[in-house]
C-alpha cells in the first residue's frame, strides 16, 4: 500500500494550491480517504474526508469554504483544492487511506 501526495510548495496569502495524493496497493475506489495537517510545533489535525464513490465530503471548520476534497477513481488519486491561503494554513499535508498514512508534502504560506 502506497500513498504520495505532491502539489505543496511556497505561495502568498490569499493563493491557491492544489494536492494531489497518488494511491496504490488497495482497493482505492472503495476506500474512504482523508488529508490531514500538521503545523510547526502543532499536533496533526484533520482537514478533510470523502467518501469512496465521492459522494459525501466534511471538512474541519477552519478550512470549510476555501478547501474542496475530491477524487479520481480511474485514476486512483485524492486531490485538495485550497484557496484564500492564509499563514495559518503553513503545514505539512498529509493523505490518509483507512489504514496508511502518506509521507506528506509541505505547505508554506507567507509573503
Known amino acids: 500500500e502506497q500513498l504520495v501526495e505532491s502539489g505543496g510548495g511556497l505561495v502568498q496569502p490569499g493563493g491557491s494550491l492544489r494536492l494531489s495524493c497518488a494511491a496504490s496497493?488497495?482497493?482505492?475506489?472503495?476506500?474512504?480517504m482523508r488529508w490531514y495537517r500538521q503545523a510547526p510545533g502543532k499536533e496533526r489535525e484533520w482537514v478533510a474526508v470523502?467518501?469512496?464513490?465521492?459522494?459525501?465530503?466534511d471538512y474541519a471548520d477552519s478550512v470549510k469554504g476555501r478547501f474542496t476534497i475530491s477524487r479520481d477513481n480511474a485514476k486512483n488519486t485524492l486531490y485538495l483544492q485550497m484557496n484564500s491561503l492564509k499563514p495559518d494554513d503553513t503545514a505539512v499535508y498529509y493523505c490518509k487511506s483507512p489504514t496508511y498514512w502518506g509521507k506528506g508534502t509541505l505547505v508554506t504560506v507567507s509573503s
Open positions: 470523502i467518501t469512496s464513490y465521492g459522494d459525501s465530503t
Open positions: 496497493g488497495f482497493p482505492f475506489s472503495r476506500s474512504t
